[in-house]
Every structure is written in C-alpha cells, then in structure tokens.
C-alpha cells in the first residue's frame, strides 16, 4: 500500500484512505501487506518471496471493484498488469485508459517495482506503460484531494448500499432511513455483528410487549420490532462500506432474521390466547390460538430447512432473498461435471395489454410475502386492535410458504439425483 502521500490519512465512511485499501487487498486474497508510509521500508521486505506483487495507491478512495479485474486474470509469468479507467467511469478526474492507482508485477518485473520504490518512484509511470492494461470496476476508485471530491467519493461508495435483491418497499420504505442511520454508524466503531446483536435484544424486548394481553402492548411491541427491521438493515450496509463482510456476520443477521419472524408468530399467538381465550370461534374443544402456534412452528422449520438447504447448497449464499425456485442443469468446468442455474423465469404471454390496476397488482402482489412488507402489515393491523387477524395471516402464510417451498425442495432433490444416477458430479456453487 502506498500510503506516502498524506491524502492516505484521509477518512472517508469511517476509513483512512490506508486502511481502506488494505481492506481491499485482503479481501481479494493478499497474504501479507505492507503499508509504505516511507518507501526506505520496502527495502528487503520481498527478498526470497516470488508471488505476485499487488501495488495499491492509497492516496485515493478504493474499492474492491478496483484491484478485482487484476487478481481474476491470467497473469503473465514475467510481467505487469495494471488497472485503467474503463470508458464511461463515473469518476472523471482521468481520461479513459488511465492509470488508476493498482497494478500487480510478477517475475523480475517485481523485484523491478519494488526497486523503484525503494529509490523513491511512487509514480511507476515507466512500468505502466509497458503494463497490460484492464479496465476497473464499476464503484473502485475516487480522488479525495479537496473537500468537494470527497464528498463525491462519499456519494460514490454509497451507491454499493443499494442491492439488487432490493424490492420497492425494501427501497422507498426503508433504504431511505436505514441509509443515514448507517452513514452515522459507520463513523463509529460499532461493528455489523454488534448491530446483529442489538437487533436480536430489540426484537428480545419487542417479543415480550407483544405476548402480553394488551393491545396497546402488542402494538408497542409490533412498532419495536418493525424498528428492529430498520436497524437491520444497516448491519449488511455497514460491512459492505466498511469492507468488514464474513460468512459469520451474514448468518449472524440471518438467524436473528428467521428467529424474529418465528418468535413474532409465537408471542402473538400467546397474546391472542390471552386476551381473546378458547371461545373466541364459539365452543371448541382446543384453544384454536394455541393449536395456531403448533401448526405455525413445523411450518416454519420445513420453509427455513427448504430455504437453507437450497441456497447452501444450490446456490452457495447466506441470503434468504437469494432463494431460488427451479434449476437449470448446464455444463460444468471440468469433464464430468454440471452445474445448476438459476432457471430464466418465463413470461406470461397476454394477447391484450392489462388494466392498470390488474398491472399494478401484477406488479406489487409478490412483495406481501417478503419480510419487510409483513413487518409494516403486523404494525397496521395490531394499531386497528386487529391481532388475532394478523395471527391468522401469518399462520397460513408460514403453512401456504412450507408447501411452496417444500414442493421446490422435492424438484432439486429429485433432479439431483438424477444427475447422479447419470454419473455426472455436481460442482458446488
């Protein structure tokens, strides 16, 4: 990392430009890092070492998408490649083709480079010029010389918080606060598993007002969880500006995640038990609310297992929203092998254009399943004292889910073995 310049002590979301950097090494595969605040300490830092060599500037903004190109191509035995400004960059302050501030050198060409900078060459510009030249990512770099471009890098990092997972309510109800809440934090030392965990002790105090027999508690208890949901949010957006993402944190946020809408169901099922008792539906021989909460908890443990099972194993996340329904089987890297794709969805074909509320309903409906579209819908319906209504809904939609899912389950398993019983092998995702 070359941190010379004093701009490498620039903060920005939280960061030195230095530590940013560093990050962005680490976490495209960099076993050992040197940050050069004085180019006399490269001197014999490599001796007897002959893997690539990654150089990073760090008297600008970095991201990820600005060292990635360079470590996923084919590196030459003996030489250097160096990232450029691809065409349109969103960064104008260099012209297309430009040096942008990573390279990485292997054989002599290493030992050349860090020769150089021992002898003061921070520039490298000799070295770029025979470099093979890759074009950066899309969000990789920014300067951060005066006061207006670093509040342009900071509107460019940013942009990484919006995720393509993201539904209209996830972006217009809650990205617009979880986004500030999140440019706070990340200037604090709260980390996103701390923000997990304050999440868990919200929804903790939210479960208990709503299992009471009040209906101002369960509506106080509603709003505290559906607060735990905004703050949720800002574990994920933390970790991706602060560089500090891990499969720990990702299940962390997704068990807390799941226990929520499990403990939520249960504690209002409770509530409802208490304040409405066995008769609400006339004489029956059970309490319907109770028998609710047994009929919910295998639901939700068949919708969690399908879920999981599908995106570890088919899918290779941690994500609930990256949930696949169908596969398609298509051609492995090695002989032998397949791997299994997201299925392209198939359009419904209409032979004449649909009204604009049937469009729209079209369009929306899909969203009422999701999380944060529930969370919003429990709060309504506890504030019209209407509880035992939304226990309902979420009862038979944890049993319609369990179906669905379970059904998706059967079809992967099923072609899964059928490419076994082919003798082919399956690639992990």
């Known amino acids: 990392m070359l941190a010379v310049d004093p701009l490498a002590n620039t903060r920005i979301a939280g960061l030195t430009a230095k530590e940013r950097a560093l990050r962005v090494a680490t976490r495209v595969g960099a076993t050992r890092v040197l940050v050069v605040d004085d180019t006399t300490q490269v001197a014999g830092w490599r001796d007897g070492r002959t893997c690539p060599l990654l150089i990073v500037r760090a008297d600008q903004l970095v991201h990820t998408p600005l060292v990635a190109p360079l470590v996923a191509a084919a590196l030459p035995g003996d030489g250097i490649v160096a990232a450029v400004v691809p065409a349109g960059a969103l960064v104008q302050d260099l012209t297309t083709g430009a040096y942008a501030g990573a390279m990485i050198a292997t ?10 900078i021992v002898g003061g060459d921070t520039e490298l510009a000799g070295f770029v010029e025979g470099a093979t030249k890759l074009p950066h990512g899309r969000i990789a770099r920014a300067p951060i010389r005066t006061p207006e471009e670093r509040r342009a890098a900071h509107r460019l990092l940013y942009q990484i918080l919006i995720k393509p997972q993201d539904n209209a309510i996830t972006r217009y109800l809650y990205r617009p ?22 999440v868990a002790i919200l929804v903790a105090i939210g479960l208990y007002f709503t299992a009471q027999p009040s209906h101002n508690s369960a509506t106080f208890g509603t709003v505290i969880i559906l607060i735990a949901s905004y703050v949720d949010c800002c ?6 500006v602060k560089l500090l993402s891990s499969k720990f944190g990702a299940w962390v946020d997704t068990i807390v995640d799941e226990l929520s809408s499990v403990g939520y169901t249960v504690a209002l099922g409770w509530h409802c038990h208490l304040i409405y008792g066995p008769t609400f539906f006339g004489t029956l021989p059970f309490d319907p609310w109770l028998l609710g909460i047994w009929i919910a908890l295998p639901a939700f443990a068949v919708t969690i297992y399908c879920i999981y099972y599908n ?4 899918v290779g996340s941690a994500n609930s929203q990256d949930y696949v329904g169908s596969f398609e089987v298509v051609a492995g890297n090695r002989e032998g092998s397949v791997k299994l794709v997201p299925a392209a969805p198939k359009a419904i074909v209409t032979t004449r254009e649909l009204p604009g509320w049937l469009q729209w309903l079209a369009t929306y409906a899909p969203y009422v399943v999701r999380r944060d579209f529930i969370s919003w819908g429990a709060v309504v319906l506890a504030a019209l004292h209407w509880t035992h209504g939304g226990f309902i809904t979420l009862v038979l939609g944890a049993v319609v889910t369990g179906a669905i899912v379970a059904i998706d389950h059967i079809k992967l398993r ?14 992990a995702p």
Do not use: C, K
């Open 414 to 427: 099923s072609l899964r073995r059928a490419i076994i019983r082919r003798g082919l092998v399956v690639e």
């Open 311 to 314: 995106i570890i194993v088919a």
């Open 107 to 116: 054989g002599a060409h290493a030992d050349a480079v860090v020769a150089a």
């Open 235 to 240: 574990d994920g957006e933390v970790a991706r």
């Open 177 to 198: 606060v979880s986004f500030p809440l999140t440019r706070l934090l990340v200037w604090t030392p709260i980390t996103p598993n701390q923000i997990s965990y304050m």
